[in-house]
């Protein structure tokens, strides 16, 4: 959401506030006796709390679909398999499967168009694999995690030069800790 769109979703939320503000002093009477409101207050309750029962259940039946659990129960089959794990401070790249990729001292060369999937570990401590293009933005990231294998899927789909960078500050050097990904 940008700034603007936040802007006019609160300013609209304001007026709503207001207007209703101003209904309920227009519409204020006389006391009633409390005996005589209760039914009323009670129906109230039961209208609003249809509204809300309703209005989350149109929202979970329209949301629920869309979740990406299903599309997980059909995994890609990656083309290359790639075993990574982070040590203070370097990335190794312990193991590596699939035709046309192979591992340098810090790179690793991919070709293009291929799904990749990176079984990602820690030896040490917590360390964030992170995925960036030449101009520093991320593309794909997961976590590093001693004694856990993550796995990352991505496809490159243009050639360059990409970057492992890591995301979690795990020691003084943590800003060292790279490796580059040729993609051909
Ligand atoms: Cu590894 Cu920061």
């Known amino acids: 959401m940008t700034a603007l769109n936040a802007g006019l979703f609160t300013l609209v939320g304001t007026l709503i506030v207001c207007v209703i503000a101003f209904?309920?002093?227009?519409?204020?009477?006389?006391?009633?006796?409390?005996?005589?409101a209760v039914p009323r207050v009670y129906r109230a309750r039961l209208v609003y709390f249809g509204f809300i029962a309703?209005?989350?259940?149109?929202?979970?039946?329209?949301?629920?679909?869309?979740t990406p659990y299903a599309s997980s129960r059909n995994p890609v089959v990656p083309d290359i398999r790639v075993a990574v794990s982070g040590w203070m401070w370097t990335w190794r790249f312990d193991s590596i499967s699939g035709d046309g990729a192979r591992v340098g001292a810090q790179d690793l060369r991919v070709p293009v168009g291929k799904m990749i999937?990176?079984?990602?570990?820690a030896g040490d401590v917590n360390h964030g694999f992170g995925i960036y293009d030449t101009e520093?933005?991320?593309l794909a990231q997961v976590q590093a995690m001693p004694g856990y294998g993550n796995r990352l899927n991505y496809r490159f789909s243009k050639t360059g030069v990409y970057y492992i960078?890591?995301?979690?500050?795990c020691g003084y050097a943590h800003h060292l800790m790279t490796a580059t990904i040729y993609v051909e």
């Not at 999937?117 to 570990?121: I, K, L, R």
């Open 23 to 36: 209904m309920l002093a227009r519409s204020t009477q006389p006391a009633e006796s409390k005996d005589s």
């Open 54 to 66: 309703v209005a989350l259940l149109a929202g979970l039946a329209l949301t629920l679909p869309r």
């Open 117 to 121: 999937e990176f079984d990602v570990t």
């Open 136 to 138: 520093g933005q991320l």
């Open 165 to 169: 960078l890591c995301m979690e500050f």
